[in-house]
């Protein structure tokens, strides 16, 4: 899931991704790094790490945690 925030034509790329099976998410303010989480989470799966421990990052940004719905 992606979510944007705040976005006007000419802004900066900024919002919220989650990886909705494992709960993962991150805040991303640019679309490289929107891109970078998108990148390590298939590289990931396709090497059968589909699961991480609650403690793992993801990238350089800090973890947000999962959602509470």
């Known amino acids: ?7 006007n034509p000419g802004d900066q790329l900024e919002g919220l991704v989650e990886e909705v099976d ?6 991303f303010h640019s679309g490289a790094e929107l891109l970078s ?3 390590e989470r298939f590289a990931r799966i396709q090497k059968g790490h589909e699961r991480e421990g609650p403690n793992e990052r ?12």
């Open 1 to 7: 899931m992606i979510q944007l925030q705040n976005t």
């Open 58 to 69: 993801t990238d350089n940004n800090p973890r947000i945690g999962k959602l509470n719905t």
């Open 37 to 39: 989480f998108l990148r």
């Open 22 to 27: 494992s709960g993962l998410q991150t805040r």
